[in-house]
């Protein structure tokens, strides 16, 4: 278990958060670049002092300012995997691996390395140097480096960031089975959706050192309440909309752009109706683009518009469709473009499910 | 903007046919110049008659002993000081700390001999310390401890700056990991920290070994030209000079030959960086 209250200060960043963690669960720290989700992990490594707080890793006080409890970072038993990895560039890969153990039992060691090559699969790399190795390679013996000294918690700075879409499947995997076997609590950082749905049973999302919002990834990353949580998980579209209508028997409520008449969007009934307006999210990849208008459909949503822009958006292609005024972000794969032979200035139907927009307030 | 610069070094390129037998004659009046001097050494030595006896004269062994043990000695100690220092240097940053950096380059411009003097007025018997050193029972001008003082004086720099830019290129990333590895930082230090400074280190060793073997000025000022207490081999090359030519040559051989074994390990460690290979 991971348990820490903190605050910390330097120049005019200033940190000021709670991170609970069970053992065997996983905590996605999700947020921009700069927000703090770095200095948790330091913190809780101890490479860091926090200005003020505590923090409990297992059973142990690591940290504790006002009782003065100060443990280093080497007798704190935390695997914290950076970035960059940072494997010992003048040891092989099973030197690195074996690094963190004690000399003193040689067999039992030999054993555990022997093993923790096979899980990560890298035997037959023993000899090699960190140099002649893949980055996803480097990852996998930085994981098992690890690992090595059994840790009480993994902390994982970015583990993803320099990994090709297959590499990540893997290694997502590999910690999902670290969780399973050894019960340890593991604090993720990342910037991406899906990993943080992949690999958190609870997602935390920090902004300029603070919380922002807490819960089940699905939840949060799907139905984020916030305008600033949105934009941080990147909801393509966030459109301020003024409310005309509403209607309890549906759950639903009718909207127009803000300042405008046209198009109307019907959205779930949300908390805010009363002040009538409000600011509707909706992920680009829940919009559908025909080319005609669906007769009898489902769909309580369905707007013409002009293509304004194509972008790559790998794998596929996103569409910016300029709604009288409106712009509507839509992913689409490579097929369906040249299929529907879409180009700047083709006219075509966004459609989507009123349950597919859901409300965003900076103040609910 | 882009078009103007191409055009620009296609026509450098199409000036290399000018220039390019000017360099390559200058390049080898200079290969003359320097390599010359040195082949002439080793063609004179092998000329000379009886030159493995005068390399085996009192005069040649006891400079020769006296060389080695003084050097060895001062890099002992400029290691056993210079390392924790260069440590300092290459992780704290102050301003004191600064000005002191540039003031361990200074021994490496100043001219010897001025070092010699500045010594003498320092530990002189009429020099600054020079009562207090006297007080206690030490002398040290004209003893062979001054000749490992102007040793470690002059050579010290050289350890010390090249140390400090090893420590420097271990990124404290590493060591902050070696010690959630559950390695304390006195073991991360010679486990991790060394190891991966070492090829600088070690570089930084040859060439202080050098410059203290070589060492001539301060020493002569300083230590005085006596046989057997502190009359190193450039002394003795000096002082043979005069009387047996085959002594100075055979002693100048040694020192040549050190030389290269020194080029040889530098060039070995300046391709043996831990950093340029991730």
């Given at each position: 278990m991971i348990a820490a209250e903190m605050t910390y200060r330097i120049e005019d960043f200033e940190l000021d958060l709670s991170i609970n963690v069970n053992p065997g669960e996983s905590l996605v720290l999700f947020g921009?670049?700069?927000?703090?989700k770095s200095t948790i992990l330091r913190a809780i490594a101890g490479l860091i002092e926090p200005s003020s707080g505590f923090i409990q890793i297992g059973e142990s006080i690591v940290f504790d300012k006002d009782q003065k409890i100060w443990v280093p970072p080497y007798k704190r038993k935390v695997g914290y995997l950076t970035q960059q990895y940072h494997?010992?560039?003048?040891?092989s890969v099973s030197k690195n691996i074996a690094y963190g153990l004690s000399s003193h039992s040689k067999d039992s060691s030999a054993a555990l390395i022997s093993d923790l090559l096979e899980k990560f699969q890298l035997s037959g790399l023993e000899n090699r140097y960190p140099w002649e190795i893949s980055g996803g390679q480097q990852q996998r013996v930085a994981l098992a480096r690890a690992l090595a000294s059994s840790p009480r918690a993994l902390l994982l700075d970015e583990p993803f960031a320099s990994l090709d879409s297959e590499l990540r499947r893997a290694i997502l995997n590999e910690i999902r089975r670290i969780l399973t076997f050894s019960k340890i609590p593991i604090i993720v950082v990342t910037h991406e959706r899906e990993e943080a749905v992949a690999i958190g049973d609870e997602i935390q999302v920090i902004d300029s050192g603070h919380t922002l919002a807490k819960g089940e990834p699905i939840k949060v990353l799907g139905h984020p309440g916030q305008e600033r949580v949105a934009s941080l998980i990147g909801v393509e579209n966030l459109i301020p909309m003024n409310i005309v209508d509403t209607s309890t028997a549906e759950g639903t409520m009718t909207c127009v752009p803000r300042n405008m008449d046209s198009p109307q969007i019907e959205v779930p009934l949300g908390v805010g109706h009363e002040s009538g307006y409000t600011t509707i999210g909706i992920r680009a990849s829940d919009i559908i683009l025909a080319h005609y208008k669906i007769e009898n459909s489902s769909a309580r949503n369905q707007i013409q518009g002009t293509v304004s822009e194509i972008n790559t958006n790998s794998p596929g292609y996103q569409i910016t469709l300029n709604c009288s005024g409106i712009l509507l972000r839509c992913n689409i794969t490579g097929t369906s473009l040249s299929e529907m032979d879409i180009k700047t200035g083709s006219s075509l139907w966004a459609i989507f499910k009123a349950s597919s927009c859901f409300i965003v307030q900076d103040h609910p | 903007m882009l078009r103007t610069f191409a055009r620009i070094k296609t026509e450098r390129r199409s000036s290399h046919p000018l220039w390019m037998p000017a360099g390559i004659s200058v390049t080898l009046l200079y290969v003359l110049f320097i390599g010359l001097p040195v082949v002439a050494i080793l063609v004179k030595a092998a000329q000379q008659k009886g030159l493995f006896a005068s390399l085996l004269s009192d005069t040649t062994i006891q400079a020769l002993q006296l060389s080695l043990v003084t050097s060895i000695i001062s890099i002992v100690i400029v290691v056993i000081i210079g390392t924790p220092f260069a440590l300092l240097l290459a992780r704290k940053d102050s301003l004191v700390l600064k000005f002191i950096d540039s003031l361990v380059e200074l021994p490496i411009i100043l001219p010897p001999i001025v070092a010699g003097v500045a010594m003498l007025m320092a530990f002189g018997r009429q020099g600054i310390l020079g009562p207090v050193l006297n007080s206690v029972g030490i002398t040290l001008p004209f003893t062979t401890g001054a000749v490992i003082c102007a040793q470690i004086f002059v050579a010290a720099p050289f350890y010390i700056r090249a140390a400090k830019l090893g420590f420097q290129s271990v990124s404290t990333d590493y060591e902050d990991v070696s010690q959630t590895l559950g390695v304390s930082p006195w073991q991360t230090f010679w486990k991790l920290t060394i190891p991966l400074a070492s090829p600088s280190i070690l570089s930084g060793l040859a060439l202080a070994w050098a410059r203290a073997i070589s060492e001539f000025g301060a020493t002569i000022m300083f230590a005085g030209n006596l046989t057997g207490k502190t009359q190193t081999m450039p002394l003795a090359i000096l002082t043979a000079m005069e009387s047996d030519i085959g002594a100075s040559l055979a002693l100048s051989v040694i020192l040549l030959l050190a030389s290269i074994v020194v080029l040889i390990i530098l060039g070995f460690f300046a391709n043996k960086s831990w950093r340029a290979n991730l």
């Open positions: 921009p670049s700069g927000a703090g494997l010992f560039p003048h040891l | -």
